[in-house]
């Protein structure tokens, strides 16, 4: 998939969006910005200044596997959104190939999987998206009932409101994902799953661990979806060693192996389960070798991996 090249006058310097840029979500809580600009309005660089790298890193992989005949995970807003958005994607993200797209989409539908499920048994229930950046999961998996609300940095917000325009059923939130005031915006009457992806492992191992407890604490009956990465991996990111020819990863202070997954159980005891989101289907010899990495040491515990905390109690009736 090949992106829309803007000008050389108006590409993003490196510079202009630093290694150590904010993740998604963390910031003090700020009022969402008011008005909504068209949505046929072009983005350009200058528009993109203040977006941390990170939102745009994963939009474009999703969009990249998305626009293949054979793709594991259906996502033509994606693809839209890259075609519309006038940034240098190709420079400064390829260069994994379509095995980094592939496995990006197939830890996506792991949490697809998951709230799908959700809406399944709680079809107007509440589905609460920590640092969502651009992600389109509503367009993917919501069923026509559910409230969905999007947690994020106000630039990132500002940004949703310009590119996805919100239904009636949406809504969004300029708030750090680590102020428990976001809290107080959620709807728990009919049941709440909260999905927090590709989001932890940019903050400190103390407020991932308050950030459990709090959810699990606020919401009886909920699920809190999370995604991580293996210690070696966090790693070299802190080393500053995770890098391409033109991107570096950003430190990641929190990172857990695949077999620490019930260690997430401590973070409170409203915790009462905690689940292996397995990836599932895969093309080519990725899938083919998947189900065995899966299983087999060392790859099985030194993978990134995705959870499901499932919390005590029952929803809150209204």
């Not at 072009?42 to 990249?64: C, F, K």
């Not at 260069?95 to 797209?101: I, P």
């Not at 976001?182 to 103390?206: K, S």
Request: some cysteine.
């Amino acid at each position: 998939m090949t992106a829309r090249r803007p000008a050389s006058s108006d590409r993003v310097p490196s510079d202009r969006v630093p290694a150590d840029a904010a993740p998604s979500g963390a910031t003090s809580a700020t009022p969402a910005p008011g008005g909504r600009a068209s949505a046929s309005a072009p983005v350009v660089a200058d528009d993109l200044a203040a977006v941390p790298e990170t939102a745009l890193w994963t939009l474009y992989h999703r969009a990249v596997e998305a626009a293949r005949p054979d793709t594991v995970l259906p996502d033509p807003k994606a693809v839209e959104l890259v075609e519309r958005i006038d940034y240098p994607f190709d420079d400064r993200f390829a260069g994994g190939g379509g095995l980094q797209a592939q496995l990006q989409a197939l830890r996506v539908a792991c949490f697809d999987r998951e709230v799908a499920d959700f809406l399944t048994r709680h079809p107007r229930g509440t589905v609460v998206c920590l640092g969502e950046g651009l992600e389109t999961q509503y367009w993917r998996v919501d069923n026509g009932r559910a409230k969905w609300l999007s947690v994020d940095l106000p630039e990132l917000i500002a940004l949703r409101e310009r590119l996805l325009p919100t239904g009636p059923r949406q809504r969004l939130l300029a708030c750090s994902v680590t102020d428990p005031r976001w809290m107080d915006e959620v709807d728990p009457a009919q049941g709440v799953l909260i999905t927090a992806q590709g989001l932890l492992m940019y903050l400190r191992p103390g407020e991932v661990r308050e950030l459990i407890a709090g959810c699990a604490e606020r919401f009886p009956g909920g699920t809190l979806v999370l995604d991580a990465v293996p210690r070696w991996f966090g790693r070299l990111t802190l080393s500053g060693r995770m890098r391409t020819r033109s991107y570096q990863a950003p430190p990641m202070p929190w990172a857990m192996d695949a077999d620490e997954r019930s260690k997430l159980r401590t973070a409170s005891a409203a915790v009462v389960a905690v689940r292996d989101v397995w990836p599932v289907g895969g093309r080519g010899l990725l899938g083919a070798l998947l189900p065995f990495a899966l299983r087999v040491p060392p790859l099985a515990t030194r993978r990134p991996s995705v959870a499901a905390l499932e919390f005590a109690g029952s929803p809150a009736q209204s």
